[in-house]
């Protein structure tokens, strides 16, 4: 049964085949749904044609009482569920939840279109739609697809911030007269490591600091300082491995470019610019089987992983655009002729400086130098028969980087969210822990300590009245200091690092069912069951029963699952930036992660219900630390 609900109209793009979506439909029907009407509704297909086409409703399954009242009434007749198709293949649509009726919801298609198309879901969109996979997994998609590398992660992660009214503030700067109580700020270092964080309206010097650390870096390939090579009638690029990342997963995939460039400018000024080229470029393929008749694949990694990124003939046939340039700030001096090193276009294909150069819309001459990475075109994917897989590309770790921003947004959503707050909530997410995180903006850098330090002596609010402060007496710190210059405050970094309080979120092993004698039999992490508590007694995990106790009573007023995990005795373990910044700040750390399968693969697989699980959590860890760390007291 296809019921028209809505006012229709064909896209006038011949190849859309007129089908597919149009304005909001009967928000006016949806008194209890829906809220205000978008103003002027964007009309736009999956095909992306700007015009209007028809969305057909049908009508499958039982919808909740809350819902199917409203739709009776607006129809008059009782349906299960709304289905729209899409425009392409006629597969459903899905349809992102309600419950953010205000922001563009995304639909996807499961085959063709996975683009927002925020107006359907303004008329229809249900969390109680089953067939949708939850909004958070969508929206937690669309920040992996914007963030190949880590300079793109901490860039999303701001425009994440900033949406929600966090504000940039520089390590070089003093805070002096920027940071204040009842603010929110985030801090970067190098463009790969950030820090947010928003300071209670009741916060005093020496108070805690509840932080969620998470990673942004990925196993990747990057390219080499001399990335250029012809082999054979190939252009190659040489590449050089970042991490330990299953390298037998990047062979026979859509491969293309992003990174950051580093930019001269007219004034003379070197400006970082971030580069995504969409297109796929490069590939590195594998050696047919018949020639190849063996059993493992075990390849060279220097020699037989080299990818390919043209046929030779076909760059000479194409003059490069910019190649043997001089410099943009050339004057012709004799001094000018001397470069210490060989210039970009001897080191690079000319080719490939061209089409980074003009997807990032500068020339060729003005690119001092770059770090460029590889990444798989193909996007990720929300998947599996009933959507509860996420099919995607840096799970490890943009899944905990993107729960741990959301969770520090979100709890502090509500307008009064920091009124009675006398804590720093934190989400830091750092570059380089794939390799150890022993870097300037790693986790074992002093960033962190950096940070906390400036914030430990932060003067509390001088507005708040102390009748109002002693109102909340049993939940402040004011026996530390009243006022920063205090004798006291010479002691206060110290005072919030023994109160404050670091979950270590990085990824967690689901448990795989080909290969169950791999994981210990009674702690098998499943997938949408919640986020998981990493143990491990040599410590590569930080975890211990204080935190297990304080991650429990988040979980339970958030009311999420948690999951326990261990490995087997006769197994390797892996580690995360827990223990060292443990170590380094002498600060309580639980190790935790949400559960996923083929960890270090250009592709992994986690769990839709997971993200909003962990977003939830630390939203609770965030909103509820200041109540509860005097209770879990263990000196
Ligand atoms: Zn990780």
């Known amino acids: 049964m296809h019921l028209p609900l809505a006012a229709y109209t064909v896209c006038a793009e011949a190849a859309c085949a007129g089908v597919n979506v149009s304005g909001y ?21 999956a095909g992306r044609h700007t015009n209007t086409s028809i969305l057909n409703f049908s009508v499958t399954r039982a919808l909740p009482p809350q819902i199917q009242l409203p739709l009776q009434t607006a129809i008059s007749s009782p349906f299960p569920s709304l289905r729209c198709r899409c425009p392409a293949c006629m597969n459903p649509l899905r349809i992102g939840p309600l419950a953010s009726v205000r922001l563009p919801l995304s639909t996807l298609c499961r085959h063709h279109h996975p683009r927002p198309t925020p107006q359907i879901a303004l008329a229809l969109s249900t969390s109680a739609l089953t067939m ?75 108070n805690p600091v509840a932080v969620v650390g998470a990673h942004t870096d990925s196993c990747c390939l990057r390219l080499k300082p001399v990335s250029k090579k012809s082999q ?90 910019n190649a043997g340039r001089r410099r943009a700030d050339d ?80 709890s502090v959503r509500a307008k009064d969210a920091l009124d009675n707050d006398n804590i720093i909530r934190m989400a830091v997410c750092f570059d380089h822990e794939e390799i150890g995180s022993t870097s300037a903006q790693g986790a074992h850098s002093n960033m962190l300590p950096a940070v906390l330090r400036r914030l430990a002596v932060l003067p509390g609010s001088s507005g708040s009245s102390s009748s109002h402060r002693d109102a909340h007496s049993d939940r402040s710190y004011e026996h530390v200091s009243s006022d920063a210059s205090g004798e006291e405050s010479s002691t206060a970094f110290e005072q919030t690092l023994a109160r404050s309080f670091l979950v270590s979120a990085d990824m967690a092993h689901a448990v795989h069912p080909n290969y169950i004698g791999k994981y210990e039999a009674a702690h098998q992490p499943a997938m949408n069951k919640g986020t998981v508590i990493k143990v491990n007694a040599s410590q590569k995990y930080a975890t211990n029963s204080p935190g297990i106790v304080l991650l429990q009573e988040c979980a339970r007023a958030a009311a999420v699952p948690l999951q326990l995990f261990v490995v087997r005795n006769d ?65």
């Open 25 to 45: 439909v009967f928000p006016s029907h949806l008194p209890n749904l829906a809220t205000a009407p978008p103003q002027n509704p964007r009309r736009t297909c």
């Open 132 to 206: 949708a996979p939850p909004k958070a997994a969508l929206d937690f998609v669309d920040f992996i697809n914007a963030s190949p590398t880590p300079y793109h992660a901490v860039a999303t992660a701001i425009k994440i911030l900033a949406k929600a009214g966090f504000q940039q503030i520089h390590e070089r700067d003093s805070w002096a007269g920027s940071v204040r109580a009842g603010g929110k700020y985030y801090v970067t270092r190098n463009g790969s490591s950030i820090a947010a964080f928003a300071v209670g309206h009741e916060w005093r010097a020496g």
């Open 232 to 321: 054979v009638g190939y252009d190659q690029i040489a590449v050089e491995k970042y991490g330990g990342g299953i390298w037998t997963s990047w062979f026979d995939r859509d491969l293309s470019l992003a990174g950051r460039l580093l930019v001269r400018q007219a004034g003379g000024a070197i400006v970082p610019t971030l580069v995504k080229i969409d297109r796929p470029l490069v590939r590195i393929p594998t050696l047919a089987i018949h020639l190849h008749r063996q059993s493992g694949f075990d390849p060279n990694l220097e020699t037989e992983m080299l990818p390919i990124t043209a046929l030779a003939e076909q760059q000479l046939n194409k003059a490069p655009a």
């Open 331 to 410: 004057d012709g001096d004799d001094d000018d002729d001397f470069q210490p090193l060989a210039d970009m276009a001897d080191r690079h294909h000319p080719a490939v400086l061209d089409v980074i150069a003009s997807e990032a819309g500068v020339s060729v001459d003005a690119i001092v130098d770059f770090e460029m990475m590889l990444y798989d075109t193909q996007d990720a994917c929300v998947g599996g028969l009933n959507d509860e897989f996420i099919f995607a590309p840096r799970l490890d770790n943009l899944e905990m980087t993107y729960c741990s921003i959301e969770g520090l947004v979100a």
């Open 571 to 635: 197994s390797l373990c892996g580690s995360t930036i827990g223990p060292g910044l443990a170590a380094l700040l002498g600060v309580r750390t639980i190790d935790v992660g949400n559960a996923q399968l083929s960890m270090h693969s250009i592709r992994e697989t986690s769990g839709t219900a997971d993200i909003a699980i962990a977003i939830k959590l630390f939203e609770k860890f965030f909103s509820t630390y200041g109540v509860m760390e005097p209770k879990i007291l263990i000196d």
